[in-house]
């Protein structure tokens, strides 16, 4: 666990945002990762960083207002976000933008998307939201 920022696994994941109609993914991961390789179902997708020079978006915060003001009539700031990329770290990076920007209600999906490496440094083997056969799609 972060001591920044609270960490679930993708199944816990999953579970809150069954539980909690507005439980919100953000999938961080760049515009070719999110359609090729594949996103949770329903997750809203807002790089932080993007090929080919992976710099931070500086619009991040101003498009996840964006994206929630759209979504929702009540008070964005407090709906409960769950970070997501490759394999935890740039959605830990932007989840603490977002905490830092006010939302009061943010936690990182360890173990990502595709999860570790194994020892073929293949992801998607060992753990990761596809990993654990939770509801994906790819675009």
């Given amino acids: 666990m972060n ?3 609270p960490e679930i696994d ?13 439980t919100v993914i953000i999938d961080v991961r760049s515009q070719v990762e999110y359609e090729f390789v594949g996103h949770p179902i329903g997750a809203v997708h807002i790089p932080w960083k993007e090929f080919p020079n ?16 759209r979504e929702r009539s009540d008070d ?23 905490a830092e920007h006010g939302y009061t209600d943010v936690t990182n999906i360890a173990e990502g ?3 570790d490496k194994d020892k073929s440094n293949h992801r998607s ?15």
């Fill in 3 to 5: 001591d920044d920022l």
């Fill in 54 to 69: 992976w710099e931070e978006n500086t619009d991040f915060c101003m498009a996840v207002d964006s994206a929630l003001s």
């Fill in 113 to 115: 998307f595709e999860g």
């Fill in 10 to 22: 993708p199944n816990e994941a999953e579970k809150r945002r069954q539980g909690d109609s507005r």
């Fill in 76 to 98: 964005i700031l407090s709906t409960p976000l769950l970070m997501l990329c490759r394999s935890g770290a740039r959605s830990l990076a932007a989840g603490k933008k977002l």
């Fill in 125 to 139: 083997n060992l753990n990761g939201w596809r990993y654990h056969g939770l509801p994906w799609e790819q675009s």
